[in-house]
């Protein structure tokens, strides 16, 4: 398996295709573009269409290690960069006072060596293995609050860490990295300077189509046709949460495992959970509006054939 980067936008095109994942051509611009130039990729847009995804390819295509930040509201550097091992530097102490050969300054040093640090992601994506930098995936930075952010900043711009007790770290070749947002908060400016910015949409109903078949290969087609439809005309209804790629990709499943060729209204209202994650969504598709949303499916379907 290859670790080189792509040469050119079609090579990325048929990288993400050979790993199931459909893009368009404005994506796989950008990502080129952001390999070449050694810049993150901060990739933003509603819950569900993908921007994770890319990440886990790049690194299974590329044979990248993936190092993956989950974000959440109060991460800190301790979760997220590095933290001193407190119950090993203690052992160490007690064996050196045991042992009668307390020497505080040598202790000192001994105990805040490299040999007692847990490395966090962020530290971990520093580092380099045999097939290249890894892929340094931080998902969800909306999730944080700014002072993290404030201290992505020289993490991004120098891929460096600074630690008081060692000195500052920084990484022989810096990692491909993708910053992912659901937009829940705007990101600081300062941060997304450093990187280059893509905005994930809801696919077209071709594309969310062939990816539909593409991740489902034996899906019925009339079926993937009519539930791609129906997911698309969902888009259009006033909805705390749409459905996103995953979760058409759910109900295709769902609606496969239940052997149906063809979608019906049964079917629809007895599958809504695997589309909508909210019950005041559910309620308002659900019986007469999914019905009447399905006839009018079905009724475009056919003019189209």
């Not at 847009?45 to 930040?69: D, M, Q, W």
């Not at 920084?170 to 705007?186: D, H, L, Y």
């Not at 941060?191 to 594309?207: F, G, N, Q, T």
Request: some cysteine; proline content about 4%.
């Amino acid at each position: 398996m290859s670790t080189a980067i792509p040469a050119n936008i079609d090579d990325i095109l048929a990288l993400l295709s050979n790993s199931d994942y459909i893009a368009d051509r404005s994506l796989a611009t950008t990502l080129f573009l952001s390999l070449k130039m050694g810049k993150p990729l901060f990739l933003e847009g509603e819950a569900g269409v993908g921007k994770t995804e890319i990440a886990k390819v790049l690194s299974s295509a590329l044979n990248r290690k993936l190092v993956r930040l989950q974000c959440y509201e109060g991460l800190d550097v301790a979760s997220a960069v590095y933290e001193w091992n407190y119950s090993r530097q203690m052992i160490e102490i007690r064996l050196s006072e045991a042992a009668g050969s307390v020497d505080k300054e040598n202790l000192s040093e001994n105990v805040f060596s490299k040999e007692f640090l847990i490395e966090r992601p962020l530290m971990q994506a520093l580092k380099s293995d045999g097939a290249g930098s890894p892929v340094l995936l931080i998902d969800e930075l909306d999730r944080t609050d700014e002072p993290f952010e404030a201290f992505l900043l020289e993490v991004l711009s120098d891929f460096q860490i600074t630690i008081p007790e060692i000195g500052t770290i920084k990484a022989e070749e810096p990692p491909i990295v993708i910053i992912t947002s659901n937009r829940t908060r705007e990101i600081h400016d300062a941060l997304k300077r450093r990187c280059l910015y893509h905005w994930v949409d809801y696919p077209s109903a071709e594309r969310e189509l062939e990816i539909v078949t593409t991740k489902l290969p034996g899906i019925d087609k009339e079926l993937s046709a009519q539930l791609v439809a129906f997911v698309q005309k969902l888009r259009d209804e006033d909805l705390f949460k749409l459905p996103g790629v995953a979760e058409t990709l759910d109900w295709a499943d769902a609606l496969t495992q239940l052997d149906k060729v063809t979608l019906d209204s049964e079917a629809i209202d007895n599958t809504l959970g695997t589309l909508l994650k909210y019950q005041d969504d559910i309620a308002k598709i659900h019986g007469s509006e999914a019905a009447q949303i399905l006839e009018q499916v079905k009724a475009e379907l056919a003019e189209a054939s």
